[in-house]
């Protein structure tokens, strides 16, 4: 069998408040494949969101390893970090996080430029990506001009861009509207069917719904892993 994407040893993570060290991640072993539909889930507090983080790259363990498509990126510097998000994670967060005076050709173009593409590429791939979300007649539009579940198709066609591993999707819906919810969650449905390995963190019980994989946290370890 292959060797899986994701591959997370003994993680745990620590933060220090104070005097006192508080213990997030107290020790977290985790594979998830190629092609998984993965939601993550647990209450406030249980570590679902210092997970994410580390999934992300967006910060490293205080112990533990995390393979990450064949590498090893527990203990890599910021810059390190930096290149590999670019080149392998696709960000989709509640906030949708655009440039508001920006146009979605953009705002969905902007992580090629991290990549070193040229204006062309980068414009002929936006474009692709906005019509795969069903944003092509508004590929002009500034993002403060589009209705909010726009807005997400533009973050997640950015996240598309760069062909990453893995799409990470926060709470991808907790700012929509239970129609609007659906339709995005219909096109995370569609990414997936495409190929992408797709990583939900949700509180939502009908959000999780949409994956095939159910990872429960609880006080900072896996509370139950569910494949449906």
Request: overall charge negative; proline content about 3%; charged content about 25%.
């Amino acid at each position: 069998m292959a060797n899986p994407l994701i591959k997370i040893t003994n993680i745990k993570r620590d933060f220090v408040l104070g005097n006192e060290i508080v213990y997030v991640l107290k020790g977290i072993d985790l594979e998830i494949n190629k092609g998984e539909y993965v939601a993550l889930m647990g209450p406030s507090g249980s570590g679902k969101s210092t997970l994410m983080n580390l999934l992300g790259c967006l910060d490293t363990p205080t112990s533990g390893t995390y393979i990450l498509n064949g590498k090893d990126v527990s203990h890599m510097k910021d810059d390190e970090l930096a290149e590999i998000r670019n080149k392998e994670i696709g960000f989709v967060f509640q906030t949708f996080n655009l440039l508001p005076r920006t146009t979605a050709l953009d705002n969905v173009a902007l992580p090629m430029i991290y990549a070193g593409y040229s204006k062309s590429e980068r414009h002929n791939r936006a474009k692709e990506v906005l019509t795969q979300v069903g944003l092509s007649d508004r590929i002009d539009h500034h993002s403060n001009q589009l209705s909010g579940g726009q807005r997400q198709r533009v973050a997640v066609a950015r996240a598309l861009v760069n062909s990453p591993s893995i799409i990470l999707a926060d709470e991808p819906t907790g700012n929509l509207d239970s129609k609007t919810s659906l339709e995005i969650m219909t096109l995370f449905d569609e990414i997936h069917a495409n190929g992408n390995t797709v990583i939900l963190v949700t509180h939502e019980e009908e959000i999780a719904e949409h994956a095939h994989r159910v990872i429960r946290l609880r006080d900072g370890l896996v509370e139950s892993d569910i494949t449906k």
